[in-house]
Every structure is written in C-alpha cells, then in structure tokens.
C-alpha cells in the first residue's frame, strides 16, 4: 500500500485526498466519516477527508496497518474546487 497522500488546503479548511481502494484496505466505510467530507463521483471514487475528524480516523487506521503516513501539501488561494464537490451522504 502507498504511504503518501496529498493533503489539500485553502485559506479556509483542509482535506485528505483518499482513494476508495485505500479505505477498502483498511476496513473502513463512508459511514466511517462526517457528512463535511467530500467524495468525487468516478468510477472508482476519491474522498476528500475533512482535516478536523475525519482525516484523523483514516492516519491513524492507516499507521496502526502500515507505519508512518507521509503527506505531500497542495495549497489553494481562495477556494479549492474541493468545496464544488458532493458531500459525503449517510
């Protein structure tokens, strides 16, 4: 499993990029994460995990399995087209 993950950022809030497969690897669910999480809608969908919970939930689920988790930053002036993306749904 891959152990870098981009952390995306504008001036106002934060989220980790994660891929469906790596949320599969590690038993984990949407219904594992808040609804200010974003997902985008592809075939094989990307999460936008929120900085103040729901990143949290997916680092330390991911270095119990596997080590250390490294980020690689991603900063937007103004808003991220992130935010156009659709919510999380429970």
């Known amino acids: 499993m891959k152990n870098t993950f981009t952390f995306h950022s ?9 891929g469906s ?5 590690l038993g984990l669910k949407e219904s594992d994460f808040s609804a200010y999480s974003y997902k985008e809608h592809v075939s094989s969908p990307t999460y936008y995990l929120e900085e103040d919970r729901d990143a949290g939930i997916f680092i330390e689920r991911f270095e119990k399995a596997n080590g250390a988790i490294n980020l690689k930053d991603s900063y937007v002036e103004g808003n991220s087209p992130i935010r156009d993306l659709g919510h999380i749904k429970h």
């Open 10 to 18: 504008d001036s106002g809030h934060g989220w980790l990029e994660v």
């Open 21 to 25: 497969k790596d949320l599969d690897r």
